[in-house]
């Protein structure tokens, strides 16, 4: 894999950390639109609706935008350093459990019907075996990285190579099917990223309107929530380190 390639995206790769930023932003936004929906709900189905499809495309386009992201440098992904170390430590594959989405379900919306909790049930023992299925390919790619580890050889390849030629020809040697690597990493972020959208996709069409906007407002609120969390320690630890490197 030619070294150049890893450095010309890296202008692409810090471009999706400026498209992050501005994506929570519109995040922000249609929050406060879905809980304002919510308050004012008076049988305007046509409305609800119509803020469902968009906050369902916001979240597409975000999944767009990181499978261009992934395709230039899967290796990125793995070391995301547009995320907290907080909310890193909620990623599975890159993102977030797909599971997640039906306790997400049961703790916003409290008038399930009991069809709508058989089909959920069987949605999340579906949902679960998927996981299960990709947890396992992930595992088998990692062991097939006998060394550097993949959390190395993500932070080489991802962060260093962009920038090195050298560090190129020392991944090289190291394994030198890095290009069955890559292809292998990038077919399991796009089957895992693929679960997490149909997942959601399916949830919402489970639920009245009224149970989607009280779904998509959990959602909404714990990732804000846990970026906001996330960033607040990252500037306390940064305030620490400053004040120790002071002598105070």
Request: proline letters at 3%.
């Amino acid at each position: 894999m030619p070294g150049g390639s890893y450095r010309s995206s890296s202008h692409d790769d810090n471009s999706f950390e400026v498209f992050l930023e501005g994506w929570l932003i519109r995040q922000e936004q249609f929050l406060n639109e879905l809980l304002v929906a919510q308050d004012t709900f008076d049988d305007q189905e046509n409305d609800m609706r119509d803020l469902i499809s968009r906050v369902l495309a916001h979240y597409q386009e975000y999944y767009e935008e990181k499978s261009r992201m992934t395709h230039r440098n899967v290796f990125r992904a793995f070391s995301p350093t547009w995320f907290s170390p907080l909310e890193r430590s909620f990623l599975w594959i890159t993102g977030f459990n797909p599971g997640l989405i039906f306790n997400l379900v049961t703790d916003s919306v409290n008038n399930l019907s009991e069809h709508q909790v058989q089909r959920l049930n069987w949605l999340k023992h579906e949902t679960k075996a998927e996981e299960r299925s990709l947890t396992e390919e992930m595992a088998q790619i990692q062991e097939s990285v006998t060394s550097p580890p993949l959390a190395d050889l993500a932070r080489q390849v991802g962060m260093q190579v962009i920038y090195t030629d050298n560090i190129n020809t020392e991944i090289e040697e190291v394994d030198g099917n890095i290009d069955q690597l890559k292809t292998a990493l990038e077919n399991v972020v796009t089957d895992a990223d693929r679960l997490r959208t149909r997942t959601a996709e399916r949830v919402v069409g489970l639920l009245n309107p009224l149970q989607s906007l009280k779904f998509l407002s959990a959602v909404g609120q714990l990732q804000l929530r846990v970026r906001m969390m996330g960033m607040e320690r990252e500037a306390e630890r940064q305030q620490q380190r400053n004040e120790h490197s002071n002598g105070w």
